[in-house]
T-cell receptor, first 107, second 116 residues
Framework: GQQVMQIPQYQHVQEGEDFTTYCNSSTTLSNIQWYKQRPGGHPVFLIQLVKSGEVKKQKRLTFQFGEAKKNSSLHITATQTTDVGTYFCRADDKIIFGKGTRLHILP | EAQVTQNPRYLITVTGKKLTVTCSQNMNHEYMSWYRQDPGLGLRQIYYSMNVEVTDKGDVPEGYKVSRKEKRNFPLILESPSPNQTSLYFC???????????????FGDGTRLSIL
């Protein structure tokens, strides 16, 4: 069945460094969503991408949807301690979530 | 306030003792779903419902039951819980997406179940 692979599984960065997580699919996706889950919390919707090559920004977060609509990335510029958590991608109408990337920030 | 409410938040119980985790949403969403979250495995869908009286299996339905008798409620039932069902459970709801516009999921705060 359709799967989405999310890499890396874990990432430790120094505060102020950049961070990127990737979501890859073997099939073309009609859309992709990104969620953030803080430690001890529940997933919260961040953004949705629909168009090929689409780029959206939310302050220090940049989201991209690949030209072939098979992959997506979330990039955080100059990480802060508030960015700690697990970032999930969710693909298509089958409601498939990636396994998530857990971000740790070292002060 | 728009929200998804799960109860209980925490439960420790024993093998074989039937339990129900309730989920209620006040956003008039058609779609509701249950997930379990385990370390290293992410969010795995257990069951989902597209509307009242319509339920379907997700990726890991074994050992679980659900019902959707009312639009706002979607309880998760463990008829005979076993230790391998110890997990963090999330209920979520959304509108039904059309075409390429999938709808954002709204999650409850989670229920941590421990089956001894």
């Amino acid at each position: 069945g359709q799967q989405v692979m999310q890499i890396p599984q874990y990432q430790h960065v120094q505060e102020g460094e950049d961070f990127t997580t990737y979501c890859n699919s073997s099939t073309t996706l009609s859309n992709i969503q990104w969620y953030k889950q803080r430690p001890g919390g529940h997933p919260v919707f961040l953004i949705q991408l629909v168009k090929s090559g689409e780029v959206k920004k939310q302050k220090r977060l940049t989201f991209q949807f690949g030209e072939a609509k098979k992959n997506s990335s979330l990039h955080i510029t100059a990480t802060q301690t508030t960015d700690v958590g697990t970032y999930f991608c969710r693909a298509d109408d089958k409601i498939i979530f990636g396994k998530g990337t857990r971000l740790h920030i070292l002060p | 306030e728009a929200q998804v409410t799960q109860n209980p938040r925490y439960l420790i119980t024993v093998t074989g003792k039937k339990l129900t985790v309730t989920c209620s949403q006040n956003m008039n969403h058609e779609y509701m779903s249950w997930y379990r979250q385990d370390p290293g495995l992410g969010l795995r869908q257990i069951y989902y419902s597209m509307n009242v009286e319509v339920t379907d299996k997700g990726d890991v339905p074994e050992g679980y039951k659900v019902s959707r008798k009312e639009k706002r409620n979607f309880p998760l039932i463990l008829e005979s819980p076993s230790p391998n069902q110890t997990s963090l459970y999330f209920c979520a709801s959304s509108l039904i997406g059309t075409g390429a516009l999938n709808q954002p999921q709204h999650f409850g705060d989670g229920t941590r179940l421990s089956i001894l």
